[in-house]
């Protein structure tokens, strides 16, 4: 479970996120049992995100190749069980440059290290950004980590998110990063254009499982 405590945004008069907003994510952890994500951008939050002892500590797409963050949170996150979802660099970080952005965590000592394709500028025009699912299995060749790709971000519109999602699941990937709200108009950031519904997300749940059973269907 993602939430935004802290948001990189372009516009600097836009929602940013709080340093309080982790006591909602851990009090949703609580409640649901489930694993939290949260964001780090600089070495405060990262600490914060740390005492909270978050299970997965994200790296945006703006930060993907800041090597001194990467090896700050390699260190730290060491021996604490901790998983971090490293986001491709939008501006076109080639494969190799993504595997060896990830490899500054292992050195650091955390080989809890999950790869996430999200999409690259310049966008497809009509989508965000340009969906780059396809790398998936040339990823899974390369590397030992787990791919998680981001359809929300990908394409950036949510009647779009099914299909991207398909073909990640399709193209091999062990997971996937979806926004979801229970009401998209009312969100803060991008969840007006991009987040789904939790009976869409119902949806697409039971979808993607059918994609994964035929992948892994042992033929004679």
């Known amino acids: 479970m993602r939430g935004g405590v802290w948001k990189p945004r372009t516009n ?27 964001e780090v951008m600089d070495s405060e939050q990262l600490t914060i995100a740390m005492e909270a002892q978050v299970d997965i500590l994200q790296v945006g797409t703006r930060n993907a190749l800041n090597y ?76 030992w980590a787990p791919v998680v790709v981001d359809p929300s971000h990908s394409v950036g519109h949510a009647e779009y998110v099914l299909a991207c999602s398909l073909s990640a699941i399709a193209y091999g990937a062990d997971g996937l990063c979806i926004e979801s709200h229970i009401d998209p108009a009312r969100g803060i950031g991008d969840d007006p254009k991009q987040a789904i519904t939790p009976k869409r997300m119902k949806e697409l749940i039971a979808s993607c499982r059918e994609i994964w059973a035929h992948r892994y269907q042992v033929k004679d």
Do not use: W
């Open 12 to 38: 600097p008069y836009s929602y940013q996120g709080d340093n309080k907003a982790i006591e909602i994510i851990i009090q949703a952890r609580e409640e649901t049992g489930l694993p939290i994500d949260v």
């Open 68 to 143: 001194s963050l990467l090896k700050e949170i390699g260190k730290l996150s060491a021996g604490t069980g901790s998983g971090v979802l490293l986001k491709r660099g939008r501006h076109v970080a080639s494969p190799n440059e993504f595997i060896a952005a990830a490899e500054y965590l292992v050195a650091e000592g955390n080989p809890n290290v999950m790869l996430c394709p999200r999409g690259t500028t310049p966008a497809l025009d009509g989508y965000r950004n340009h969906p780059d699912e396809s790398i998936t299995p040339l990823l899974k060749n390369r590397t």
